[in-house]
Each structure stands twice: as structure tokens, then as C-alpha cells.
């Protein structure tokens, strides 16, 4: 679906209908500046939590909330996220956005049993284009 980002909310109420409630990580691709922490942003905000969200890039991990979870794994191969702990953090109920999440990444996390959805954007002109995977 193609919107701009005054429409984004239309997304962001499909995506929690796939989500609902469920304990879940959600693998966001696309290119820099595609939109990845936005769609976070108005998702936590969708939910009238009032934490201010950022791209995790040095932190690693985010949390927002009781059980909204965000990271960046940009700069991360999966050796070092593995050796870091993260894995287990997706242990922990709620819903875990994670930027730049690659197929490898979703391999192992499907091999561990874990649910994941897949959210590709890909900016075009002014309007971004968000297509889910699962």
C-alpha cells in the first residue's frame, strides 16, 4: 500500500489488527530514510504512550511502555547481536520491532519458534510503500 506520511495511521491500524496483542517481532526493511522509526513512532503514539521514540542505533535496544520493544541492528551482524544477549530479549512478551532485521536473522528466529511478521518500506517520492510479509 502506497501513503504519505500523513497516512500513515491507516497502516499503523492494519498492522495492529496482524499484531493484535500477540507476542511478536516485527522485522522492518527498507533504505536509510525509508521510514523504519516512524512507523514506530506513530505506533507507540497509536497507543497513547507518551515515551519519546528514536532510532536505537547506538543503544541497541529501546523500550517503550510495558512491551513495546525496538531495536537497530544496523551496525550488528548476527554474531554480535547473538553474543550480546539480544536473542533472548525476544523471550520477553510484547511486540519487537527490529530495524534492518535480514533474512538471517528471521531464519534463526523462525528455527527458535518465535512469530515474526516482515515489513518492507520502500520510499517513493514523497509517499512510502509498505508491504507485510509473514
Keep these: 500500500m502506497k501513503l504519505n506520511l500523513t497516512q500513515i495511521n491507516y497502516f499503523i491500524d ?20 525509508s521510514g523504519k522509526t516512524t512507523l514506530v513512532q506513530k ?19 529501546s523500550q517503550y511502555g510495558e512491551n513495546i520493544y525496538h531495536y537497530d541492528v544496523y551496525n550488528k551482524t548476527l554474531q554480535e547481536f547473538i553474543a550480546l544477549g539480544l536473542l533472548e530479549e525476544f523471550e520477553k512478551n510484547g511486540i519487537h520491532f527490529v530495524e534492518w532485521g535480514d533474512e538471517k536473522l528471521e531464519n534463526i528466529l523462525k528455527e527458535y519458534g518465535f512469530e515474526i511478521l516482515v515489513v518492507n518500506i520502500e520510499k517513493k517520492d514523497e509517499s512510502r510503500e509498505y508491504i507485510i510479509e509473514s
Excluded at 14 to 33: F, M, Q, T, W
Excluded at 49 to 60: L, R
Design 14 to 33: 492494519i498492522l495492529k489488527e496482524r499484531i493484535s496483542n500477540k507476542n511478536i517481532i516485527v522485522l522492518l526493511r527498507g533504505d536509510l530514510a
Design 43 to 61: 505506533f507507540v503514539d497509536s497507543l497513547d504512550i507518551k515515551d519519546i521514540v528514536t532510532s536505537p542505533t547506538f543503544s541497541i535496544q
